[in-house]
């Protein structure tokens, strides 16, 4: 293969949430995490079952220099949008792509986030989806409001409770 796909260029440079939230010029929400993927040589599959209960699985061919990410037709947007941005984590996470079964695919299973792994890729997700200096703009206009900010950011009413709890510890407001 002669060119690197940027996906691979970006993980050697370890791209942290807000790296590629800069590299794509994102200033305002919503952030197009398919758009994202897409540029970054991310091949993007969505499916109508996949082989395992698992809303998404991440399958890399590292030597071709390949990414495929699945996702179920029949889940909502809002998770969608979180399954591609977990699997763009486990993408950029520090941890080695060994982990992949038969060394190609990692499926991401919604009911179990007791795995390290998972619990840092659920992280970048939401790091993602929901950056902090992004939700400081917009938490007063929305009055705090978990279901409006999850609108305005395209993310479930989980994530952003998640997120609002952790911005909230994070600038002791």
């Not at 060119?3 to 305002?28: C, H, N, V, Y």
């Not at 998770?79 to 763009?88: D, K, L, S």
């Not at 890729?121 to 009055?143: G, Q």
Request: glycine share 6%; aromatic share 8%; hydrophobic share 40%.
């Amino acid at each position: 293969m002669s060119d690197t796909p940027t996906w691979q260029k970006m993980r050697e440079r370890g791209a942290s949430p807000d790296e590629l939230l800069k590299a794509f010029d994102i200033t305002e929400p919503f952030v197009d995490v398919r758009h994202m993927a897409v540029a970054m040589d991310i091949k993007l599959e969505v499916v109508k079952s996949l082989q395992l209960d698992v809303s998404g699985e991440l399958e890399v061919d590292d030597e071709e220099g390949k990414a495929i990410i699945r996702v179920l037709e029949g889940d909502a947007e809002v998770r969608q949008r979180f399954t591609i941005a977990h699997e763009i984590g486990h993408l950029m996470g520090r941890h080695p792509l060994d982990f992949l079964d038969e060394g190609k695919r990692i499926h991401r299973d919604t009911t179990y986030t007791g795995n390290a792994k998972e619990q840092e890729a659920n992280a970048y997700a939401a790091e993602l989806l929901v950056p902090f200096e992004l939700l400081t703009k917009h938490v007063a206009r929305y009055d705090f409001n978990v279901s409006q900010l999850a609108c305005v950011f395209r993310v479930s009413d989980v994530t952003m409770g998640i997120r609002l709890m952790k911005w909230r510890a994070y600038t002791g407001l």
